[in-house]
């Protein structure tokens, strides 16, 4: 019996002493046999990629004593071949892979050539419950484990005392709701969001201390700034208008550099 690419589950049901290896590298583009087989050396050298494999026979390895694309028992009872590029007709006119494909196929005068689907499952198979899925130990530590979940939430769980009434309305400091704000901007990793709260702070201030009321346009109050410390305006313009920190660092280091930049513009 020939088997071509199969899947472990596949590997594992054949009950063969054949284990996945890996697969051809890219930089491979020709596998020699490098074995006994007289399938293999009859055919020569052969063109595919797939996966390799390991066992008692292996042929077309990827390296010295190592996995092959081509893997058998003893006797030839089992084959297995990593690719169905020696099969298929694109590449079967590639080095010897018509000659392994005719060798290792074409040992008796039948062939059935089976390729599994849906249909092949029996309709009446129902689905396995969760205690088969299940693996056997559970049964046994699974209620010490809830017994001892509980015991945890018994413990560490949170004891509420009573009910405190406090007067309404409540009144909160400015800094601590300006922290609060802070901290949910931190936890949600809101940068820009945070740098246009900033950004609209200091252009209020900047506003309010030049006089240039509450309708004044970010660029007025750019090129007021710009005029008052004697910089140029597109300076002014990168800091205040045009930066948009990514990451925590550059909005601290950013954040800083507005702060003495206003407090430079306030002190004049």
Same mark, same amino acid.
């Given at each position: 019996m020939?088997?071509?690419?199969?899947?472990?589950?596949v590997?594992?049901a054949?009950?063969?002493?054949?284990?996945?290896?890996g697969? /051809?590298?890219?930089? =491979?583009?020709?596998?020699?046999p490098?074995?006994?087989?007289?399938?293999?050396?009859?055919a020569?050298?052969?063109?595919?990629?797939?996966?390799? !494999?390991?066992?008692?026979?292996?042929? !077309?390895? =990827?390296?010295?004593?190592?996995?092959?694309?081509y893997a058998a028992?003893e006797?030839?009872r089992?084959?297995?071949?990593?690719?169905?590029?020696?099969l298929?007709?694109q590449?079967l006119?590639?080095?010897?892979?018509a000659?392994l494909?005719?060798?290792?196929l074409g040992?008796?005068?039948?062939l059935v050539?089976?390729?599994?689907?849906?249909a092949?499952i029996q309709?009446?198979?129902s689905?396995?419950?969760?205690?088969?899925?299940?693996?056997?130990?559970?049964? /046994?530590?699974?209620?010490? #484990?809830?017994?001892?979940a509980l015991?945890?939430?018994?413990?560490?769980?949170?004891?509420?005392?009573p009910?405190?009434f406090?007067?309404?309305?409540v009144v909160?400091?400015?800094?601590?709701?300006?922290?609060g704000?802070?901290?949910?901007?931190?936890?949600?990793?809101?940068?820009?969001l945070?740098?246009?709260?900033?950004?609209?702070?200091t252009?209020?201030? #900047?506003?309010?201390?030049?006089?240039?009321?509450a309708?004044a346009?970010?660029?007025? /109050?750019?090129d007021?700034?710009a !005029?008052?410390l004697?910089r140029?305006?597109?300076?002014?313009?990168?800091?205040?208008?045009s930066?948009?920190?990514e990451?925590?660092?550059?909005?601290?280091?950013?954040?800083?550099?507005?702060?003495?930049?206003?407090?430079?513009a306030?002190g004049?």
């Amino acid at each position: 019996m020939t088997v071509v690419s199969p899947r472990l589950t596949v590997l594992r049901a054949l009950d063969a002493d054949i284990r996945p290896g890996g697969v /051809v590298p890219e930089d =491979i583009t020709t596998l020699n046999p490098a074995c006994g087989v007289e399938d293999a050396q009859a055919a020569g050298p052969v063109a595919a990629r797939g996966a390799v !494999y390991s066992g008692p026979a292996v042929c !077309y390895p =990827i390296r010295d004593g190592g996995p092959g694309l081509y893997a058998a028992v003893e006797g030839g009872r089992l084959v297995v071949l990593g690719s169905t590029d020696l099969l298929d007709n694109q590449h079967l006119a590639d080095q010897g892979n018509a000659a392994l494909a005719i060798r290792t196929l074409g040992t008796t005068e039948k062939l059935v050539w089976y390729l599994p689907s849906v249909a092949d499952i029996q309709a009446d198979r129902s689905a396995p419950t969760l205690s088969e899925l299940a693996p056997p130990w559970v049964a /046994v530590a699974g209620p010490w #484990l809830g017994f001892v979940a509980l015991l945890a939430i018994a413990w560490r769980a949170r004891r509420l005392g009573p009910l405190v009434f406090e007067p309404l309305p409540v009144v909160v400091k400015a800094a601590e709701t300006a922290e609060g704000r802070a901290r949910l901007y931190q936890d949600s990793r809101a940068l820009r969001l945070a740098a246009d709260t900033l950004r609209a702070g200091t252009l209020t201030r #900047l506003a309010r201390h030049f006089k240039l009321g509450a309708d004044a346009t970010p660029d007025a /109050v750019v090129d007021a700034l710009a !005029y008052r410390l004697g910089r140029p305006v597109p300076e002014m313009q990168a800091l205040l208008l045009s930066t948009h920190p990514e990451t925590e660092g550059h909005l601290v280091q950013w954040a800083q550099r507005m702060e003495q930049i206003e407090q430079e513009a306030m002190g004049r």
